[in-house]
Nanobody, 127 residues
Framework: QAQVVESGGGLVQAGGSLRLSCTVS????????MGWFRQVPGQEREAVAC????????DYIDSAKGRFTISRDNAKNVAYLQMNNLKPEDTAMYYC????????????????????WGQGTRVTVRS
């Protein structure tokens, strides 16, 4: 059974940076795409970024392009989300998750395609 643990959230001023980490155990990390998502209370969970199992392909929502970078280290079973130039609207609980289908050619930004989720790490951006 996969276990997913996020870390790295915190309070930051607008324009600042944070790097989130996602440590995965109990599953074939190197065979699975990974996704980062976020959720604000009262709103639906939205995708932020995804990365294929090899790390060769990534995808982002428009608001993250040019500011966020998703990466992974398959030797350490860790995925990262580097967030630069943070804005107050980035304030949310951030989650990572493992794709339910191994060896996917392209990663997906559909939350329903992900099956193992962490408890989240909170990001607060102060204006």
């Amino acid at each position: 059974q996969a276990q997913v643990v996020e870390s790295g959230g915190g309070l930051v001023q607008a324009g600042g940076s944070l790097r989130l980490s996602c440590t995965v155990s109990g599953t074939r990390f190197g065979a699975l795409a990974m996704g980062w998502f976020r959720q604000v209370p009262g709103q639906e969970r939205e995708a932020v970024a995804c990365i294929t199992d090899s790390g060769r392909s990534t995808d982002y929502i428009d608001s993250a392009k040019g500011r966020f970078t998703i990466s992974r280290d398959n030797a350490k079973n860790v995925a990262y989300l580097q967030m630069n130039n943070l804005k107050p609207e980035d304030t949310a609980m951030y989650y990572c998750a493992t794709d339910g289908s191994p060896w996917r050619v392209d990663c997906t930004l559909r939350p329903s395609d992900y099956i193992a989720w962490g408890q989240g790490t909170r990001v607060t951006v102060r204006s």
